[in-house]
T-cell receptor
Framework: NAGVTQTPKFQVLKTGQSMTLQCAQDMNHNSMYWYRQDPGMGLRLIYY???????DKGEVPNGYNVSRLNKREFSLRLESAAPSQTSVYFC???????????FGQGTRLTVV | GENVEQHPSTLSVQEGDSAVIKCTYS??????FPWYKQELGKGPQLIIDIRSNVGEKKDQRIAVTLNKTAKHFSLHITETQPEDSAVYFC??????????FGKGTRLHILP
């Protein structure tokens, strides 16, 4: 099992460009999440999907959109990247919300 | 919404000593409290969790305690080893299903 796979691992964008971060899990999990990690700020929830067909805003949703494409895949889109979105992004999944969450290896995004 | 405070932000302990990390939460409806360990360059991994119907849980050298009245929970690591050096995060989950993390504690195990 690969677990949670994120692509790409590294990305550099220019201000105003758009991109989609991909996340897929092969554990048949129902819940999926997107977090960003900044120095001294911990992990902040961007969006989450408690079950297939639902998505909800987290703590810092502005500037992002998500799509729960199917049970396996949960993508994060930046429509117009800003330097403030420079961060490490983690996708995670869990069987249900109040169970162990498994994290991907992260995507390091730099917006210049 | 839920807010989780974590202290200290950095902790150094001698190898073999104990380490304690403390967290408080704001939403009295929160009922699931996981702890994650993050090593350099990797995603966080669950090390222990506790649910609100339990006051304490132990797994070998790691234990977690929960005080629902005071809305705080703590991670205890005994007989610390070099491989315990990492960043540790507490989290809380309330009825809105959001997993909210604390800001993390960087633990250094000194030889």
């Amino acid at each position: 099992n690969a677990g949670v796979t994120q692509t790409p691992k590294f990305q550099v964008l220019k201000t105003g460009q758009s991109m989609t971060l991909q996340c897929a899990q092969d554990m048949n999990h129902n819940s999926m999440y997107w977090y960003r990690q900044d120095p001294g700020m911990g992990l902040r929830l961007i969006y989450y999907s408690a079950s297939e067909g639902t998505t909800d805003k987290g703590e810092v949703p502005n500037g992002y959109n998500v799509s729960r494409l199917n049970k396996r895949e949960f993508s994060l889109r930046l429509e117009s990247a800003a330097p403030s979105q420079t961060s490490v992004y983690f996708c995670a999944s869990s069987e249900w919300v109040k169970n162990e969450a498994f994290f991907g290896q992260g995507t390091r995004l730099t917006v210049v | 919404g839920e807010n989780v405070e974590q202290h200290p932000s950095t902790l150094s302990v001698q190898e073999g000593d104990s380490a304690v990390i403390k967290c408080t939460y704001s939403d009295s409806a929160s009922n699931y409290f996981p702890w994650y360990k993050q090593e350099l360059g990797k995603g966080p991994q669950l090390i222990i969790d506790i649910r609100s119907n339990v006051g304490e849980k132990k797994d070998q050298r790691i234990a977690v305690t929960l005080n629902k009245t005071a809305k705080h929970f703590s991670l205890h690591i005994t007989e610390t080893q070099p491989e315990d050096s990492a960043v540790y995060f507490c989290a809380a989950v309330a009825i809105d299903d959001k997993i909210i993390f604390g800001k993390g504690t960087r633990l250094h195990i000194l030889p």
